[in-house]
């Protein structure tokens, strides 16, 4: 079954400074991949996803990510964190289910942004 | 309008109750989800109405009970929960469930505690 698998439940960055998460994927086919935010109390927003159109895919709030086949991996990344980025951050891939498909969760990483 | 809604936010319920959450999207959506979230913990998939049609059930007690009425409306009826149902539980939509358009959108959830 394909799964995704998120390095650090939490980060922790200066305001201005780099975004990595991490995000490592297990399939046997070409995946499709997501990145969603959770704010407190707030339902979940995509970031961005991949769907085998480009290995580099840029997503909202400055936030960008690259799919890399031989790393099997697909890190969220954003050049000068900000305050408001302070959430929950979910990397997901879509497995079929009989005629339809879910969306399998990583364990979520909780980026905190400090002054 | 691309908003998937949830009606109610908070619910506090009895064991004995018996409660309706609502979720409903105008976005012409075929594939609607059920997804129960714990504090500090991924959304899990309950369950997939794909076509108004139940298609996938996570083995979710019969004490949870999905209803898709129409293709914009899906509902959760609650009988007899236990304290450990308290949950934040999140309605999503999608064009169709096929993993190559499974982009979900994402109600703001329904608090549950179950008393």
């Known amino acids: 079954a394909q799964s995704v698998t998120q390095l650090g439940s939490h980060v922790s960055v200066s305001e201005g400074a780099l975004v990595l998460l991490r995000c490592n994927y297990s399939?046997?086919?070409?995946?499709?991949l997501f990145w969603y935010v959770q704010y407190p109390n707030q339902g979940l927003q995509l970031l961005l996803k991949?769907?085998?159109?480009?290995?580099l895919v840029k997503g909202i709030n400055g936030f960008e990510a690259e799919f890399k086949k031989s790393e099997t991996s697909f890190h969220l990344t954003k050049p000068s964190a900000h305050m408001s980025d302070a959430a929950e951050y979910f990397c997901?891939?879509?497995?079929?289910?009989?005629?339809?498909?879910?969306?399998?969760f990583g364990t979520g990483t909780r980026l905190q942004v400090t002054l | 309008d691309t908003e998937v809604t949830q009606t109610p936010k908070h619910l506090v319920m009895g064991m004995t109750n018996k409660k309706s959450l609502k979720c409903e999207q105008h976005?012409?959506?075929?594939?609607m989800y059920w997804y129960k979230q714990k504090a500090k913990k991924p959304p899990e998939l309950m369950f997939v109405?794909?076509?108004?049609?139940?298609?996938i059930n996570e083995s979710v007690p019969s004490r949870f009970s999905p209803e898709c009425p129409n293709s914009s409306l899906l509902n959760l009826h609650l009988h007899a929960l236990q304290p450990e149902d308290s949950a934040l539980y999140l309605c999503?939509?999608?064009?169709?469930?096929?993993?190559?358009?499974?982009?979900?959108?994402f109600g703001p959830g329904t608090r549950l505690t179950v008393l």
């Open positions: 999503a939509s999608s064009l169709v469930a096929d993993p190559s358009y499974n982009e979900q959108f």
């Open positions: 399939s046997s086919v070409p995946p499709y």
């Open positions: 991949y769907t085998s159109a480009a290995t």
């Open positions: 997901a891939v879509t497995t079929r289910a009989g005629t339809a498909s879910k969306l399998t």
């Open positions: 976005m012409g959506h075929r594939a």
């Open positions: 109405y794909s076509y108004e049609k139940l298609s």
